[in-house]
């Protein structure tokens, strides 16, 4: 990849599958010249000669005799993504067209572009600094709200800024002390040395406070885990099919059905959760063979691991009862409860009084649907918006950012440590010195000023192509 950034690349760039429209795109020196032998602009100009920042309406030529409805859009280098020439042809979202399309191209001579190379060029050619290529992957791959605010965070260039602003720092400290050395045969006065004591203080303290106060990004990758629990036959796999839209549970009116833990993935307004349907707890209906003990067993283990814990009570027959029969919950943790089979309740004063008594327990039907609209709204205000974790005023920071920002404080405070005991008189320049280009080289590792194959090859594995 990086060896060849002259050529030409072409690759899909929109989400695979059938659409309304789907897109293909160019980077390179030949890009409007290939992108020009399939598309005809309806007029002037033609696609090969158009300037920047130009959209051109016109059709797409597969084969002889076949051409489809087209836009083209044309970015002109240095002024584009990739600070090359770029071409994106929008078309019908058709595979089979889009890879009759890409062949052609490639026929002329483009070549397929590899994982993350539009990105990469981009990079290397000092568009963006590492830390906003990881906030690219990171966009692609959110799936909640508090992904997607650290990935636009990194996107958006923050830790970039506060890492050169470090840098910067450093460099001037590098210089000075740099110049020290060069006159060894005088004295380091007592006012530098306490100007480069007030630079290292402030350098650890700050460092020292980016890594405490950061999310570690790992962390937002993880999808809520929301687990229903309750007695056997209180509505809970109804439930789970309910609020997913699919049968992903057999749903019986036989106690003790549920043996495994059953996962599906519901989309709530502030991100995705896993959903997870539990055999019966605390009941006296449904066997009592090993395999129902090992079923309640991995329930109680799915239970102890949850970010929510729904309790759902059968409020048919004997509601107070079915309501003790919860029990309390489970210290420390998140709660709600919800109060099944409601639409079986005539008596709408019975009603009002057991969700008085139930605190701010949600009345539902799994069968009828009534009160799920509610029950989504109160999980997501739970997980995603009262208290939530996510990196709404620190920084998101991976490992590799991590371990880099480690590094440089490491060096800092060894740097420190160097300056003696009354941080007046530097009495080993040349060893503060060289902690401080250690620092410098961490804070270069971490913006991709200096870097390896590994690094860039383990960082651009997490792109699609076409990105």
């Known amino acids: 990849m990086y060896d060849r950034v002259q050529d030409t690349i072409v690759a899909v760039s929109s989400p695979p599958g059938a659409s309304a429209r789907g897109i293909l795109r160019l980077s390179g020196s030949r890009a409007a010249e290939l992108a020009g032998m399939l598309f005809v602009s309806r007029e002037p100009p033609p696609l090969s000669a158009a300037p920047g920042y130009t959209r051109l309406f016109g059709s797409v030529h597969i084969e002889a005799g076949m051409r489809l409805p087209a836009e083209a859009y044309v970015f002109r280098g240095p002024a584009s993504y990739t600070r090359q020439d770029i071409v994106e042809l929008h078309t019908v979202g058709s595979p089979v ?29 000092g568009a963006m600094d590492l830390t906003r290529v ?55 006065d007592a006012p530098l040395g306490r100007n480069v004591a007030a630079v290292l203080e402030s350098m650890e303290r700050e460092l020292a406070q980016l890594l405490d106060r950061a999310v570690a990004a790992e962390r937002l990758d993880d999808r809520p885990r929301v687990v229903l629990t309750g007695p056997p036959n209180a509505g809970k796999s109804t439930l789970l099919n309910q609020l997913t839209g699919q049968d992903r549970a057999i749903a019986s009116d036989q106690a003790g059905t549920t043996r495994d833990v059953l996962t599906a993935v519901l989309m709530l307004p502030g991100g995705e959760i896993v959903l997870c349907d539990t055999a019966g707890l605390g009941g006296s209906e449904g066997p009592d063979d090993e395999p129902a003990r090992l079923a309640r067993r991995a329930a109680l283990d799915c239970v102890s691991s949850a970010d929510l814990i729904i309790r759902v009570a059968d409020i048919a027959d004997r509601p107070l009862e079915a309501l003790t029969a919860l ?12 109060l099944n089979k409601s639409d079986r309740m005539q008596d709408g004063a019975e009603r009002v009084a057991l969700c008085a008594r139930a605190g701010e327990a949600l009345p539902v039907s799994a069968l009828t649907g009534e009160g799920l609209d509610e029950l989504r709204a109160r999980m997501d205000a739970v997980l995603f918006r009262e208290g939530a974790t996510g990196a709404r005023d620190g920084l998101a920071l991976y490992a590799r950012h ?18 003696g005991p009354d941080q007046l008189e530097i009495r080993h320049v040349e060893l503060v010195a060289l902690e401080v280009r250690e620092a410098l080289r961490s804070l270069s590792l971490l913006l991709g000023e200096v870097t390896t194959e590994d690094i860039l090859g383990r960082i651009f594995a997490r792109f699609c192509i076409g990105k």
């Open 97 to 125: 067209l889009l890879a009759m399309l890409t062949d052609r191209l490639v026929a002329a001579g483009a070549r397929p572009a590899e994982p993350g190379e539009f990105t990469a060029r981009a990079f290397l050619a």
């Open 134 to 188: 990881e906030g690219v992957a990171a966009v692609i791959h959110a799936h909640s709200d508090a992904q997607l605010r650290a990935a636009r965070s990194l996107l958006e260039g923050r830790l970039g800024r506060i890492a050169a602003g470090f840098r910067e720092r450093l460099s001037d400290l590098s210089a000075t002390l740099e110049a020290a050395i060069d006159f060894a045969d005088e004295a380091v």
């Open 327 to 338: 029990g309390a919950a489970p210290p420390g943790a998140r709660v709600l409860t919800v």
């Open 402 to 419: 991590r371990r880099a920002l480690a590094e440089a404080l490491d060096a800092v405070r060894r740097a420190r440590e160097a300056l």
